[in-house]
């Protein structure tokens, strides 16, 4: 007889529970535990996370109704919903952020060994693509992250290590804050290779990323003022419809002498010309577009942050992959609450797929999880 473990035991083998511990004593989170572990809550909470619940009560009845596997999961039984509470409000969140790192360096690892630097192309620089996505949260519950006059929202600002596609460094900041003000505090190492999007448009910026080695790619806009230093040699393929090397009138009379280069690139798919910016002089038009191009992998990543409901676990019968991501990274300078009420949040990213109805029961949330 063939056994098989149900999607959410598969989830939780990521997971080692001597790394965990190790994690709960060195933060000492269970000096008032009186029964219920930090194991015990992260099951709790990882069923609301991943089963969509929307209150204490979902959580501990969807707990309650799979009574009989919980032991298996290493749950003696289903929290009460004042317990649960009192773990969520006391329990250090700096455990949690322990737990993750180990997750990810376990990704890390993973992923250096079954691919190698950037095999998409000759060079070994570190390639990296820099973007932010806006994630709702509820106006009333918190009041601190208020975005619009009825609308809260916080933003994370994710840097993407194409080497494995997972992140290199996460922070959650206000809604309001702009992605630029991000940008510029992070330090990148020597040689990097950086693509971000037009929203990150800072000539001064681009001057000091170019002062520490770093290259970057990205779409120049429209009404950008400029001057021509150089039109080279186009290349024998086609897309490629101008190579040139320039400078920007704004740099120039603050007296600041540095030379960027722009390319116009038909893509023939959508039938449109793109125009690309960048600081590196040696690299072909093609190498630039070619780069450019894979900044979609972190809107891929936005989009599978949350991409797992129960009906998406009825549909994916096989094992886990360790290198797909299942839950955004926070910083430590991020509130706590942040940590705790995050399930409230959604991504902007993509339209939000088929969740169980309004009037499903907790019960037959925790029959989908267990099949």
Same mark, same amino acid.
């Given at each position: 007889?063939?056994?098989?473990c ?10 080692p #529970? ?6 709960? #004593? ?5 000096r008032?535990a ?11 909470m990882?069923?609301c ?7 204490l ?7 309650a ?22 773990? !969520? ?18 990704c ?13 192309? #000759?060079?070994? !620089?570190?390639?990296?693509s820099?973007?932010a ?8 519950? %918190?009041d ?12 994370l ?5 194409? !080497?494995g596609h ?12 702009h ?20 929203g ?33 040699e ?13 400078f %920007? ?9 540095? %030379? ?33 191009k894979? #900044? ?12 797992c ?6 549909? %994916? ?24 009420r ?30």
């Amino acid at each position: 007889m063939t056994r098989v473990c149900s999607i959410f035991s598969q989830i939780l083998q990521l997971i080692p #529970r001597l790394e965990f511990e190790f994690a709960a #004593r060195k933060h000492n989170a269970e000096r008032h535990a009186r029964g219920f572990t930090c194991w015990g809550q992260f099951v709790a909470m990882l069923f609301c996370q991943l089963g969509h619940a929307k209150s204490l009560r979902e959580i501990c009845g969807g707990l309650a109704a799979s009574e009989g596997k919980l032991r298996h999961l290493g749950l003696p039984g289903a929290p009460p919903r004042s317990t649960l509470a009192y773990a !969520n409000e006391h329990r250090p969140w700096q455990m949690y952020q322990t737990v993750f790192h180990q997750l990810l360096e376990k990704c890390q690892t993973l992923a250096a060994s079954r691919t190698g630097p950037n095999s998409r192309f #000759r060079f070994k !620089n570190k390639l990296m693509s820099l973007d932010a996505t806006v994630i709702d949260l509820c106006a009333s519950v %918190f009041d601190w992250a208020q975005f619009r006059r009825t609308k809260g929202a916080v933003k994370l600002h994710l840097l993407l290590d194409h !080497n494995g596609h997972l992140p290199a460094f996460a922070v959650v900041t206000e809604g309001k804050k702009h992605e630029i003000q991000v940008a510029r505090e992070i330090a990148f190492t020597p040689g990097t290779t950086l693509v971000i999007d037009r929203g990150y448009t800072d000539y001064e910026w681009f001057v000091k990323l170019t002062q520490q080695k770093v290259h970057f790619v990205t779409r120049m806009k429209e009404n950008a003022d400029y001057g021509v230093v150089e039109k080279r040699e186009l290349p024998n393929r086609r897309g490629v419809l101008r190579d040139e090397v320039i400078f %920007f009138f704004k740099l120039a009379q603050a007296g600041v002498e540095c %030379f960027f280069r722009r390319i116009e690139f038909y893509d023939q798919e959508q039938e449109r010309v793109l125009v690309f910016l960048t600081n590196n002089l040696v690299w072909s038009a093609a190498t630039i577009a070619a780069l450019y191009k894979q #900044r979609w992998q972190i809107e891929l990543f936005f989009e599978s942050s949350t991409w797992c409901t129960p009906s998406d676990a009825m549909e %994916f019968q096989g094992p886990i992959a360790l290198n797909r991501p299942l839950v955004g990274a926070l910083d430590g300078s991020v509130r706590p609450c942040i940590a705790r009420r995050l399930l409230c949040a959604e991504s902007k990213v993509r339209p939000r797929r088929l969740a169980l109805p309004a009037t499903g029961s907790a019960e037959s949330t925790a029959r989908q999880w267990s099949a």
